[in-house]
């Protein structure tokens, strides 16, 4: 073999074995940026748990809703009504402050009690087995409307009438809590005989669970403050961006055999570079060149 043709043919072969080392860097590169891909997505997944974690042990606003869920519309005012003083439950008063014709009482409101709770009169009625509590006839129509749904038509006054004429009643008080808004109930269940109170009147009405449990729900509940919010909202601003990071870095993620399939396209693109595109460039060189002879 002449020299020259030894020299052609080495070159080919260093060009052959140039594609395959090429494809090889190029496999490595693509499994380079897979481990910093799935090291990432492991990093990130690790912050998200430890975010939601965070996000999970602050406190929860238990105070509102132990408030917005059942508690204010139990809350009373207290009205003048000619010589009598009434306790009205937030839930009953629009229906207390106008008569059957639709017109408003002539009622003056009260102030709330120093402690914002009291023991007010209320009346026991035994209704056939049944033993009924109200502080106003609103709130006994009401109860016997439940429980008697055939008389939902009648008229309170009317209804109370003939209930109080028929069946016994005897005297008695319940305790009852003033009406507040929610920031001064905030300030309120701050003071211990009031909390004490309040689970003694809320018992009544729901599972509140035991007082330590109880205790231990409006504590968290007073923690929460605008620097929790602050920092709740900082989480998921923060988890929503990561979440989103996340999402796409495991777009990126390809499988073993698409890593593979790639690098046999770039080997094959480099051999069609290296030979067919090469030698036609050469073959075209080497007409012009002729022609021009």
Not at 251 to 261: I, N, V
């Given at each position: 073999?002449?020299?020259?043709?030894?020299?052609?043919?080495?070159?080919?072969?260093?060009?052959?074995?140039?594609?395959?080392?090429?494809?090889?860097?190029?496999?490595?590169?693509?499994?380079?940026?897979?481990?910093?891909?799935i090291s990432d997505t492991e990093?990130?997944?690790?912050?998200?748990?430890?975010?939601?974690?965070?996000?999970?042990?602050?406190?929860?606003?238990?105070?509102?809703?132990?408030?917005?869920?059942?508690?204010?519309?139990?809350?009373?005012?207290?009205?003048?009504?000619?010589?009598?003083?009434?306790?009205?439950?937030?839930?009953?008063?629009?229906?207390?402050?106008?008569?059957?014709?639709?017109?408003?009482?002539?009622?003056?409101?009260?102030?709330?009690?120093?402690?914002?709770?009291?023991?007010?009169?209320?009346?026991?009625?035994?209704?056939?087995?049944?033993?009924?509590?109200?502080?106003?006839?609103?709130?006994?129509?009401?109860?016997?409307?439940?429980?008697?749904?055939?008389?939902?038509?009648?008229?309170?006054?009317?209804?109370?009438?003939?209930?109080?004429?028929?069946?016994?009643?005897?005297?008695?008080?319940?305790?009852?809590?003033?009406?507040?808004?929610?920031?001064?109930?905030?300030?309120?269940?701050?003071?211990?005989?009031?909390?004490?109170?309040?689970?003694?009147f809320m018992n009544k009405e729901?599972?509140?669970?035991?007082?330590?449990?109880?205790?231990?729900?409006?504590?968290?509940g007073l923690k929460y403050n605008?620097?929790?919010?602050?920092?709740?909202?900082?989480?998921?601003?923060?988890?929503?961006?990561?979440?989103?990071?996340?999402?796409?870095?495991?777009?990126?993620?390809?499988?073993?055999?698409?890593?593979?399939?790639?690098?046999?396209?770039?080997?094959?693109?480099?051999?069609?570079?290296?030979?067919?595109?090469?030698?036609?460039?050469?073959?075209?060189?080497?007409?012009?060149?002729?022609?021009?002879?």
């Open positions: 073999m002449e020299n020259k043709t030894k020299k052609i043919v080495a070159r080919e072969i260093l060009i052959f074995f140039g594609t395959v080392l090429t494809s090889l860097l190029f496999l490595a590169g693509l499994m380079l940026y897979k481990q910093y891909l990093k990130k997944s690790k912050l998200i748990k430890e975010l939601k974690f965070e996000k999970n042990s602050l406190p929860s606003n238990r105070v509102n809703a132990l408030y917005e869920n059942g508690l204010k519309n139990e809350l009373f005012f207290y009205y003048k009504l000619g010589k009598d003083t009434i306790a009205v439950s937030k839930k009953h008063q629009e229906d207390f402050l106008v008569d059957e014709f639709g017109i408003l009482k002539n009622v003056r409101q009260l102030e709330n009690h120093k402690e914002y709770f009291s023991w007010f009169p209320s009346t026991t009625i035994n209704l056939e087995g049944k033993k009924i509590t109200y502080k106003n006839y609103l709130e006994l129509s009401n109860q016997i409307k439940q429980i008697y749904p055939a008389y939902e038509d009648i008229e309170a006054n009317t209804l109370v009438d003939k209930i109080r004429a028929k069946f016994v009643s005897k005297k008695d008080s319940s305790l009852v809590f003033d009406y507040v808004n929610y920031e001064e109930f905030r300030v309120l269940l701050e003071n211990k005989n009031y909390r004490d109170n309040l689970y003694q729901f599972d509140m669970g035991t007082l330590a449990e109880y205790e231990k729900k409006i504590a968290e605008e620097d929790v919010i602050k920092r709740s909202k900082s989480i998921n601003t923060k988890l929503t961006e990561i979440e989103q990071e996340l999402k796409n870095k495991k777009s990126r993620l390809m499988e073993k055999s698409e890593t593979f399939r790639m690098t046999f396209i770039v080997w094959l693109v480099l051999l069609g570079i290296a030979y067919p595109m090469r030698w036609t460039f050469k073959i075209l060189k080497w007409s012009v060149n002729t022609v021009r002879k």
